[in-house]
């Protein structure tokens, strides 16, 4: 069964210092999301990316986070200046014709 | 985007018992599926049912769906302990999947 791929699973990091999150989606998925999910809080949904570009995202998804595909099978979150608050397991899935697919997740813990 | 409302938020029983989740929502949709996600783990996709069906049955997993109530339920038969998970249900109409605050089971060998 394919699988979506995240590395690494868990990622420490201290306050103030960029993190990027990898992701390898299914290959024949055109779709990709970014998903958080806070200690005991709900999973929310983070943004969305096709065709080479966002097609959606949330309120959460300000301009400390940007995601690319930089070669046509990573999928990237990228975390700027993270902040304490960003602490949180981070999810992607990629999406094709039989629906959504989630990988495992990279917990992140900032320092 | 569309939510699910899962409830109960929590349900304990007994290893061999049987599990029953709903999920009630607001809008029209195309599909609805549940997943699963282990403590700190990620999400699985157990189920989906289309609108036009009424009940879809994966091994020990039996969903149904309501249209007319806006409402679907998940049974699991002849829990595990293995079951012990939290449970979501959501709705595909326009993406993205939207996540509520799940059922929590909890299965007592």
């Known amino acids: 069964e394919p699988e979506v791929t995240q590395t690494p699973s868990h990622q420490v990091t201290q306050m103030g210092q960029e993190v990027i999150l990898r992701c390898v989606p299914i290959s024949n998925h055109l779709y990709f999301y970014w998903y958080r999910q806070i200690l005991g809080q709900k999973v929310e949904f983070l943004v969305s990316?096709?065709?080479?570009?966002?097609?959606?995202k949330s309120e959460i998804f300000d301009d400390q986070f940007s995601v690319e595909r930089p070669d046509g099978s990573n999928f990237t979150l990228k975390i700027r200046s993270t902040k304490l608050e960003d602490s949180a397991m981070y999810f992607c899935?990629?999406?094709?014709?039989?629906?959504?697919?989630f990988g495992s997740g990279t917990r992140l813990t900032v320092v | 985007s569309q939510q699910g409302e899962e409830d109960p938020q929590a349900l304990s029983i007994q290893e061999g018992e049987n599990a029953t989740m709903n999920c009630s929502y607001k809008?029209?949709?195309?599909?609805l599926q549940w997943y699963r996600q282990n403590s700190g783990r990620g999400l699985v996709h157990l189920i989906l049912?289309?609108?036009?069906?009424r009940e879809k049955h994966s091994g020990r997993l039996r969903v149904t769906l309501d249209t007319s109530k806006k409402s679907s339920s998940l049974l699991i038969t002849a829990s595990r302990a293995a079951d012990t998970a939290s449970y979501f249900c959501t709705l595909s109409g326009n993406t993205p999947l939207v996540f509520g605050k799940g059922t929590r089971l909890s299965v007592i060998a």
């Open positions: 809008t029209s949709i195309n599909n």
């Open positions: 049912i289309r609108s036009n069906e």
């Open positions: 990316f096709y065709n080479n570009e966002i097609s959606e």
């Open positions: 899935a990629s999406r094709g014709p039989k629906g959504y697919t």
